[in-house]
């Protein structure tokens, strides 16, 4: 029984644990205590790893990571993962998306409530100083306040949902949504950023991005308005660190509450030093159950990961097999063999692989390209290809890869096309399925032909005289080869190309002797 090893890097609940080790297929390994050094030998010969923020998943990470297939984050933010990376060492990156919203939630309505009523700091002078003095501790309401919420994604939409619920004013900047997802719910849907600085309460929802690091800076809380009130349940940076320090110390920022820091752990950070911020060690995702969900699922999703059978919210996979019609997945498999027979037959450098389709098909450009890319770099390279890692190693490489939807001007129904050029030669293939889903190879280099992609081909060029046929079989029959199936494809500049499959490779010498033969342009074999 084939074994895999799942190492856990950061602590998930005890469930996702006891679903590791019930299954007789895995070797997991509990590092979540490991330090981040020691962790690098731990994941050397791991197949999958879980992790979630504190693990960094970096060019260090990925570069000890020799075997891994996938990484599962257990959890939302993936910006500590470098997905790039990732992509060109064929892992899979994966996360798990909804787990833990209703935890981010409700950490930010604690928040911002807290924001509002200064609750720590009252909490801390009865119970840790022992003051009751009730006239220190006004605070202001939620009702009737103006809420911005940037990011309408799961969280943001639904702290809207629940601060609609306190009779506030909500408005929702996304620009990736369509603006009924806010309308629907009841919340403004609102285009202008400008619009969320003039907001009495400020809290942002997004991915941490190029896009989206330092959105709000100095110059945005500048256009605010006084006594702004900013929450941060998302990510450390969001808010530029030294302009929200700047806004809070100078009033012109009431309150804010952080869950997040740029750098974490963060326990000797200025904005701690501030009487005018709630914050928590980044807890949004800390509750027992979006914990448990988290750890079932993360556990679930590197289960199957590491036996390959799904890869489910995948970042880095070209290819979603969900949105792939059953019609088109021999046409997946099919390419990819067309394109490893193109290279085969045309062993050079490759310049350019152009792929091109007609008929339903033509509308998977995208993922029928990933495939003949993978069977055309596969053992090419030297670098192990997969269809997560095909076109980061193509572009590396130099390799142009075109696509080209074509006018359905053949007689079948779907056809798909791949041109190989390398700085020798060119090889063109055209394949397609019967509807009994019989794979066929319709054409090479202008030769029509009708033969099935399977077995030893050696496919013979020659000038179109008589008699070779019979020289080329009787050559064969010398050197002990049997023919299984012998087509030909004759075109108008007086040339042949015979593809004959048989049962046993052909050796170099029959080749040698092939090529002699004085009708002989070239012979080519391909085993697939
Ligand atoms: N503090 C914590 O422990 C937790 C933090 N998070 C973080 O919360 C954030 C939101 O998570 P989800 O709502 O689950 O993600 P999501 O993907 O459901 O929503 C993100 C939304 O941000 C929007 N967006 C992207 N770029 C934008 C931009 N430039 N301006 C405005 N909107 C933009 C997207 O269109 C999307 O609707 C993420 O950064 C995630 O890592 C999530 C869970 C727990
Ligand atoms: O899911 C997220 O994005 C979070 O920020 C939660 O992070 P964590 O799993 O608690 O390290």
């Not at 960094?56 to 997905?83: S, T, Y």
């Not at 030893?456 to 029959?477: C, E, M, Q, R, Y």
């Not at 002699?516 to 070239?522: Q, R, V």
Request: charged share 25%; proline share 3%.
């Amino acid at each position: 029984m084939e074994k895999y090893k799942v190492v856990v890097c950061d602590h998930i609940h005890e469930a996702g644990l006891e679903m590791l080790q019930n299954d007789p297929q895995i070797d997991y390994v509990f590092a979540a205590d490991v330090d981040k050094t020691a962790l690098l030998d731990v994941i050397a010969d791991a197949d999958v790893a879980i992790t979630r923020s504190s693990t960094d998943v970096d060019d260090k990470f990925i570069g000890a990571a020799k075997q891994m297939k996938a990484i599962v984050r257990a959890g939302v933010g993936v910006d500590n993962v470098d997905i790039d990376g990732c992509s060109k060492e064929g892992i899979i990156v994966m996360n798990v998306p909804t787990a833990n919203t209703i935890a981010a939630v409700e950490l930010t309505m604690a928040h911002m409530l807290s924001c509002m009523r200064m609750f720590p700091y009252s909490h801390d002078h009865l119970k840790n100083q022992r003051i009751w003095k009730r006239e220190k501790w006004y605070g202001y309401e939620l009702k009737g306040k103006k809420l911005g919420i940037i990011g309408f994604g799961n969280i943001g939409s639904r702290v809207g949902v629940r601060c609609k619920a306190f009779e506030m004013d909500v408005v929702a900047y996304d620009p990736y949504i369509p603006a009924s997802k806010a309308t629907d719910l009841g919340v403004k849907y609102t285009d202008s950023f400008d619009e969320i600085l003039g907001c009495d309460i400020i809290t942002i929802h997004t991915p941490k991005n190029s896009e989206t690091i330092d959105i709000i800076g100095a110059d945005e809380i500048a256009k605010m308005k006084d006594g702004v009130v900013l929450v941060n349940c998302a990510r450390g940076g969001l808010y530029n660190e030294e302009a929200l320090y700047d806004g809070l110390k100078s009033g012109k920022i009431r309150f804010a509450g952080i869950d997040v820091f740029k750098k974490e752990p963060a326990t000797d950070h200025p904005l701690l030093d501030l009487d005018n911020i709630v914050v928590s060690p980044h807890l949004g995702a800390n509750t027992f159950e979006s914990q448990y969900n988290i750890g079932t699922q993360a556990a679930q999703q590197a289960i199957e990961a590491a036996k390959g059978i799904a890869f489910p919210n995948a970042f880095n996979l070209p290819i979603d097999e969900t949105k792939i019609p059953a019609f088109v997945k021999p046409f997946l498999e099919l390419g990819q063999k067309i394109g490893f027979m193109a290279s085969e037959l045309n062993r050079a450098p490759i310049v350019s692989i152009k792929v091109s389709a007609q008929g339903d098909i033509a509308e998977y450009l995208d993922s029928l390209s990933t495939f003949v890319t993978v069977g055309t770099l596969a053992d090419k390279t030297g670098d192990t290809i997969n269809y997560v890692n095909a076109s980061f190693i193509a572009e590396q490489k130099g390799i142009k890869i075109e696509t080209s939807a074509e006018l359905d001007s053949s007689a079948y129904k779907n056809l798909i096309s791949v041109k190989l050029t390398t700085d020798k030669r060119v090889v063109d293939i055209d394949a397609t399925i019967f509807e009994e889903g019989v794979q066929r190879i319709v054409e090479v280099n202008g030769f029509d032909l009708d033969v099935e992609p399977k077995g030893n081909f050696t496919l013979f060029k020659n000038t179109d005289v008589p008699g070779v046929i019979g020289k080329v079989g009787s050559l064969l029959a010398r050197n002990g080869v049997n023919i299984g199936d012998f087509r030909l494809g004759r075109n108008s500049n007086g040339e042949a190309l015979a593809v004959i499959i048989t049962d046993t490779p052909v050796k170099d010498a029959a080749l040698s002797e092939l090529s002699a033969l004085e009708e002989c342009i070239s012979v080519d074999t391909v085993r697939l």
